[in-house]
């Protein structure tokens, strides 16, 4: 796997028609860790954006070039697929504020901010989305889970922040103590929390338990035997009460 792709960063689209914003606020963020999809200042190139790339959050500025404003191009965005959105703008009217609510944005920022507000305002947006929560019920600090499923990926709260990690790059799955960690064939991402509670988190039909300490993804194993399995030239144990149910997959039994 090449980690030039950066499959593990958080995909930001940033739609603003001042060029200088714009561009302090991609560096700002990709210093943050984060990827930016691309930017746009006007409608119609944000809509070909967000359907040509991978976007996980919309930074939508209200004032645009063209016809179209950014509440406009977000109802258009909704249409092709559901994504959060933050909203960074000087308007605060409340004309504006009741057309951004029906839209159901995950934040309102009010220009200027700072990287630190957006950052923050992400965190939670992906947090709230992936949970399915309404954008203006707060999250209890119970719930600020530090795994996170959206369809093939998890989002992986590292630090300060989320990264993205496709389901797919897993090769396995081991406990240590309170801790977890999901290896792939580049790295391992360290979680506290059981294994029980990331296999209810990810609920993904390709992992499959085969000992007390360890989940595997079936599609990355090169070998295995009665009491052991290889992934990633890692050799794993297969516990007695796994192992039927492991090689049913196999269609052995």
């Known amino acids: 796997m090449n980690q030039s792709q950066s499959f593990e960063k958080v995909n930001v689209l940033i739609v603003e028609d001042e060029a200088i914003t ?5 560096e700002g963020l990709q210093q943050c860790g984060y990827a930016i999809a691309g930017v746009a200042d006007n409608a119609s190139a944000a809509k070909a954006l967000f359907e040509e790339k991978e976007v996980d959050i919309v930074l939508m500025d209200i004032q645009l070039k063209g016809e179209k404003d950014g509440v406009d191009t977000v109802i258009e965005l909704m249409k092709s697929r559901k994504r959060p959105v933050i909203y960074l703008t000087a308007f605060t009217d409340a004309a504006t504020v009741e057309r951004v609510k029906n839209t159901y ?10 990287v630190d507000n957006v950052r923050i305002a992400i965190e939670l947006a992906l947090h709230n989305f992936v949970a399915g929560k309404p954008p203006d019920q707060p999250v ?20 300060y922040r989320f990264v993205k990690l496709p389901l797919s790059s897993i090769c396995f799955i081991e406990a240590d103590n309170n801790y977890v960690h999901l290896v792939t064939s580049e790295k391992k991402y360290v979680v506290r929390l059981s294994l ?13 338990r085969i000992h007390r300490s360890f989940a595997v993804n079936i599609d990355a194993v090169s070998s295995f035997t009665e009491q052991e399995v290889t992934v990633n030239k890692e050799v794993l144990p297969v516990g007695r009460q796994y192992k039927e149910a492991f090689w049913r997959q196999f269609g052995t039994l």
Not at 22 to 26: C, E, K, Q
Not at 140 to 159: G, H, I, S, T, Y
């Open 22 to 26: 714009a561009l302090d606020l991609s």
């Open 105 to 114: 944005p995950a934040a309102f920022l009010i220009k200027p901010y700072s």
């Open 140 to 159: 209890r600090p119970a719930e600020k889970a530090p795994l996170l499923r959206l369809n093939d990926n998890l989002f992986v709260k590292m630090n």
């Open 196 to 208: 029980n509670q990331v296999l209810d988190s990810i609920r993904w039909e390709r992992l499959f």
